[in-house]
């Protein structure tokens, strides 16, 4: 079964700041898909980013960017010139590629709060 | 385009009990998948509907089981309501039958088991 692991319960970026989120995960499988989803306080999940794991070049959405090594597992987010609307609960999410469900696995998640 | 919406938005329910939760699914979306959030964790699937027939359960018991319609609408029922059921609970929707199927969330229905 897959895990994915995010040990930074909490963090702070002073705003315009960059903040660097960190993600891991274990799998056995070569093809997959890596997501970042962002929850406010309004609870609505909200899709950041995704990454392909067959594609080598790292996803970038706007101020939003991910470092992606396959080979150690890791799946790390970048925010940069934060804004206060970044603050919100953040996620990593695996998904395979094979299978039917395809279901998302979700981390504990990292609170980010972003100071004025 | 219509984003995906669900019903109720908070619930209060006593031990013992049943309940339903409703999902509208994002214009052109076949799939929907149902996760359960306790307090300060990730998501946890419980379960995933593509084209009205169940195609993967998350390790919950019988006890929560579910519906998709011919409009793609989807429905979780919990029957016997326990304490530890009190989580928000989340929809998401999505264009299921290819590897690159993202999917996206409703706001929840936030449900408290007393």
């Known amino acids: 079964a897959q895990t994915v692991t995010q040990s930074q319960p909490e963090m702070s970026v002073q705003e315009a700041e960059t903040v660097t989120l960190s993600c891991t995960y274990d799998?056995?499988?070569?093809?997959?898909?890596l997501f970042w989803y962002k929850q406010p306080p309004s609870r609505q999940m909200i899709l950041v980013i995704r990454?392909?794991?067959?594609?080598?070049q790292n996803a970038t959405e706007n101020r939003f960017s991910v470092n992606f090594q396959k080979a150690a597992k890791s799946f790390s987010l970048k925010i940069s010139d934060s804004q206060l609307g970044d603050a919100a609960m953040y996620f990593c999410?695996?998904?395979?590629?094979?299978?039917?469900?395809?279901?998302?696995?979700f981390g504990s998640g990292t609170q980010l709060t972003v100071l004025p | 385009e219509t984003g995906v919406t669900q019903s109720p938005t908070h619930l209060i329910k006593t031990r013992g009990q049943q309940v339903t939760l409703r999902c509208s699914s994002q214009?052109?979306?076949?799939?929907v998948s149902w996760y359960q959030q306790a307090l300060g964790q990730g998501p946890q699937f419980i379960f995933q509907y593509y084209r009205e027939e169940e195609n993967g359960r998350g390790n919950f018991p019988p006890r929560f089981s579910g519906l998709q319609f011919p409009n793609y609408s989807s429905e979780l029922n919990v029957n016997a309501l326990e304490l530890d059921d009190s989580a928000l609970y989340l929809c998401?929707?999505?264009?299921?039958?290819?590897?690159?199927?993202?999917?996206?969330f409703g706001p929840g229905t936030r449900l408290l088991v007393l």
């Open positions: 990454q392909e794991a067959y594609k080598q």
């Open positions: 799998t056995s499988e070569s093809d997959y898909y």
């Open positions: 998401a929707s999505s264009q299921g039958g290819t590897a690159k199927e993202t999917q996206y």
């Open positions: 999410a695996y998904r395979s590629a094979s299978g039917s469900a395809r279901q998302l696995t």
């Open positions: 214009s052109g979306h076949n799939t």
